[in-house]
């Protein structure tokens, strides 16, 4: 049984809240408090497995109250925010501290809210109470290679449920000549928008939303938008991001699946596949792909994993070359490029 606690200034928003996870017979709502003040008291007494935390609140909003959360007494948090431009940055902000994972939230049509909607918060609250949370600790900035040389290589990564963090560590390790990387990250479309603009902050490169058609080039991170198309590679020399309106694929769109299985075809053994912390299996089949067409292959391991469900299929069907530590990563894709042009040399001289 998971127990959760609602945090939220709205009553009505609580109720709803209370109705819908009520329904899910592993879970059990152990409380509702309507600021950061009553939610304090109640986590000391109630102890619950997680919490679903509301973004704007009075006295302390959200995003300050997770941040004490997560230096004092770190514990899986779910945001409630509205499926807004701002709502998408206070969220990003949010992930970027430690929560799990993010809801969209509710109206007051209970019946409508009591539907599909109902049913993927509660997976999100269960999958949240399974998730590794760590403590927030300031990010300190990483210094980069000096005299880089990416090569060839083109980098392909995938994440999910805890991606945001675990992307923003990776990609802070790339200098301003990273090769050439695609990122297929579940998230909603106006997310991806601010995401994106979000890594071009924090990061070396530049990073920007994948357009159809534009042509991969050193120094550039291109982001899957969220919602309506799958991202792919295609190419035979000058290799270009398309975006298709396809059917999800494994229930998602943008799939990782997707992205990888057109990396197996376009770009083959200059390639470098890394799958990241996430819920399922998406992806896995795709790196697999990846390998056995002799791609260098890279898993997040279990311990720094949020939810260590993509990385562990891949894992067990032989996807992954190489487990790493998430700190480790993007240092070990930089290794792999550099391994790369070294192999290349040599062959020259030989």
């Known amino acids: ?36 003040a009553v939610a304090r008291r109640m986590i000391k007494e109630l102890n619950p497995d997680v919490i679903t935390l509301d973004v704007e609140m009075p006295n302390m909003n959200g995003l300050e109250f997770l941040e004490k959360i997560m230096r004092l007494r770190p514990m899986p948090v779910v945001m409630v925010s509205t499926l807004t431009q701002k709502g998408a940055e206070v969220t990003l902000s949010a992930l970027e501290i430690g929560a799990v994972d993010y809801f969209s939230k509710p109206t007051d049509n209970v019946a409508a809210n009591l539907g599909e909607s109902g ?39 995938g994440s999910s449920t805890g991606g945001v963090e675990a992307l923003i560590t990776v990609l802070s390790n790339f200098p301003e000549n990273c090769p050439p990387t695609v990122i297929t ?58 975006l298709t309106s396809a059917p999800p694929f494994g229930g998602h769109r943008p799939s990782v699946d997707v992205l990888f299985g057109s990396m197996a075809s376009a770009v083959r053994r200059n390639a470098i596949g890394v799958i990241l912390t996430g819920m399922g299996r998406d992806g896995a089949a795709g790196l697999l792909k990846m390998r056995q067409q002799g791609a260098a292959t890279i898993g997040q391991d279990e311990e720094t994993s949020i939810v260590y469900g993509m990385p562990r299929v891949a894992f067990e069907i032989g996807a992954v070359e190489r487990q790493l530590r998430l700190e480790h990563i993007g240092q070990g894709i930089l290794d792999l490029c550099e391994s790369s042009v070294q192999k290349v040399c040599h062959a020259i001289r030989v």
Do not use: W
Not at 4 to 17: E, K, P, W
Not at 18 to 24: E, G, H, K, V
Not at 131 to 150: L, Q
């Open 1 to 36: 049984m998971r127990r959760v606690l609602i945090v939220d200034d709205s009553a009505t928003i609580r109720g709803l809240l209370t109705a819908i996870l009520s329904r899910d017979p592993e879970i059990e709502v152990v409380g509702a408090a309507q600021d950061a």
């Open 119 to 157: 049913r993927e918060l509660c997976e999100k609250v269960k999958t949240a109470s399974r998730a590794r949370v760590r403590p927030y600790v300031e990010r300190n900035p990483i210094p980069t290679r000096v005299n880089f040389d990416p090569g060839q290589s083109i980098v392909a990564i």
């Open 185 to 242: 990250q579940h998230m909603p479309a106006h997310f991806t928008t601010s995401f994106a603009q979000r890594l071009d902050r924090l990061c070396k490169p530049s990073v920007s939303e994948a357009k159809d058609g534009v042509i991969l080039s050193i120094g550039n991170v291109y982001l899957a938008p969220g919602g309506n198309t799958h991202l792919e590679i295609v190419g035979t020399g000058t290799l270009r991001c398309r």
